[in-house]
């Protein structure tokens, strides 16, 4: 029975996502809440800070079926901390997107313009996703080598969705494509409560996906961060201590190429990855060449 009801759950997310964001995007529009995107074209910017709005209320749903059938599929403290993450995350990702600049472009561009006197929203949010990555780990582990880990599994996430937000629907097949690997994951281990934590936000991402694919709107830090930071802390309570290595080893090494290559590049000079990355867009990366 609350299988059902969190399949419904799921099942409006998707709906209610699909039918508000036209309208969001549309008040986005009148308040000039507008940048260019990879065509050149001005797009509502910062539409990922809906996602925060469409699950609040289910997981408030969360809160009163846990509250009348007490149960193991929901379990509330580690909901309470996903929640505190999510929407700090959010508000960081969101600030950035309305406030910030682009003359200090990366982590060393943030630094060096720290080191020069100027705080920029790009050093402000890089420091708030680490320190909200730090919480979430000490309050969802124990001992200091594993704080570490789950601390920059969460943080690398985060920073690795923010990196792949660069062109329509990029970023939402990773985490779609993240998604179905938990999921596999909670039906081998038998961990549904992992994964039960994050269907208002997979519905939610799933409702807007469309208008993000056509480029009609950019969820921006606002959303990337935010499903970077779900993507951390869902690995950090599905894996056991040689997954989240192995996980943080891929992470390291993603970093490491993004560091000499650009993404964009990576993605288009391979095959299999620029299919999908291509898939459903309407404007390919090689028709801009």
Known sequence: MLRLIFFAIFCFCVLTSYMLTPHFIRLFV?????????????????IGVTFALYILPWYTLYLVINNYYPNDLVEIGSMLIMITALYTASL????????????ALGLKGHIKALLSGR??????????VLIISLIASIFLSFGFWTILINTLLTA???NLLNMLDLRPGRAIK?????????GINALLTGKYYSFILILPLIGSVI???PFDLKARCMMGDAGSNLLGISAGILSIIQFGYYGKLILLFLLI?????????????????????????????????????
Request: charged share 20%; glycine share 10%; net charge negative.
């Open 253 to 289: 090494i993603i970093h490491a190429i993004t560091e000499k290559h650009s993404l964009s590049d990576v993605i288009k000079h391979s095959r299999l990855l620029s299919f999908f990355d291509n898939l459903g867009r309407e404007c390919k990366d090689d028709q801009l060449l």
């Open 119 to 128: 705080l920029t929203t790009g050093i402000i949010k890089a420091a708030g």
């Open 156 to 158: 690398l996430f985060t």
């Open 207 to 209: 409702g807007y996906f």
């Open 30 to 46: 009148h308040g000039n809440c507008l940048a260019e995107n990879f065509k050149g074209e001005m797009i509502p910017q910062g």
């Open 92 to 103: 960081l990702g969101f600030i950035d997107d309305i406030l910030g600049s682009r003359d």
């Open 174 to 182: 990773f985490y779609i494509f993240l998604t179905l690997i938990f």
